[in-house]
């Protein structure tokens, strides 16, 4: 399995839904996701970031999740 398809999975398990979203690929040696999802059970949009260089094969990849809230 893909990484991303071990985020959305984990999203959908956390009734989160992908607004946008972008995977960056070796930007200065680094690779991260970033995306806008909306949490379902608090009604509120959340910005996810996921550094995708600390994530290791077996690890729970929602453990790397990273939040920052939206007000609009």
């Known amino acids: ?3 991303k398809e ?4 984990a ?4 009734k989160e839904s992908i607004i946008i979203d972008l ?3 070796d930007y200065n040696s680094s690779n ?5 999802v909306y949490n379902h059970s608090i009604e509120k949009f959340k910005v ?6 600390a ?4 690890d729970k990849i ?4 990273c939040y920052q809230f939206i007000f609009p």
């Open 55 to 58: 994530i290791g094969k077996k």
């Open 32 to 36: 991260f996701y970033i995306s806008l």
């Open 62 to 65: 929602e453990d790397y999740f």
């Open 11 to 14: 999203l959908k398990k956390k």
């Open 48 to 53: 996810l970031f996921i550094p995708i260089d």
């Open 1 to 3: 399995m893909d990484i």
């Open 23 to 25: 995977l960056v690929i």
């Open 6 to 9: 071990r985020i959305y999975k």
